[in-house]
């Protein structure tokens, strides 16, 4: 009986002592809630194809530089997973540029609109913000609108120009669009300024998949350069409104 309490005994004491070495578990070990806002960003695609045609256009080249672009984001860690957060998020921009050629007035309208699933994982071992690395999966829009036109115009003279072939008409506006399918990788930061509120910035490049393209009234456009596409350097920021503990 005394080596069976004996052994009680030390079993007891070993348990104790296995118990203060095991880090406590609180329920904040991962990160826990989500939120959304309003993303304003910054694209970067390459025109470089369609400041090539600008130059007998007659008006100046679109930025290389980029564009404002915004939107929306949101998100939630789902905690079957932990560190995995899910969501969606969707942005468009436009930019363009003016010129007055031979007495007409030029311009080119650039715009690109995407968006998708998110799903991201935030790093572990960074505590008190959350680094997330993750993607979009989704579709975008790209389209390019050109035109010419001499100013204002009458009524009865725009009706005189559609219905006869055999002027040679002042003004004209084609319009171009490509629909795509997106995948894109993405870095967040999120900083947390109290429970519910956060700040973030971020980057992504998205990658475009597109389907042919289009011309006014959905006709078919070949020979296409394929450098001309939505691929696209973003850069994205925002505030977020929810609830974060990271």
Known sequence: MKNIFALFCAFLI?????AQDEKPRTFF??????????????FIPNVDDINTKL??????????SGFFASGGAGFAYIGVIPNLRIGGIGMSGTMKATGIKDGT?????????FGGFTAEYTLPFIKSFGVSIGAILGGGELS????RNKGSYQWNEIWTEISDTSLHASSFTRSFRQDYFTIAPTLNIDIPLYRFLAVRIGAGYAFAFGSDWKVDNEKEIF????????????IQAGVMFGFFAY
């Not at 070993?14 to 296995?18: A, H, K, P």
């Not at 130059?55 to 290389?64: A, D, I, M, W």
């Open 105 to 113: 007035e030029r311009e080119i309208i650039y715009s690109n609109s």
């Open 14 to 18: 070993s348990t104790n002592l296995f």
């Open 223 to 234: 020979n296409v350069p394929d450098s001309f596409n939505g691929n696209n350097l973003f």
């Open 55 to 64: 130059v007998g256009f007659g008006t100046e080249e679109l930025s290389t």
């Open 144 to 147: 390019l609108m050109v035109s």
């Open 29 to 42: 070990d991962a990160p826990f809630g989500g939120g959304g806002g309003f993303v304003p960003a910054w």
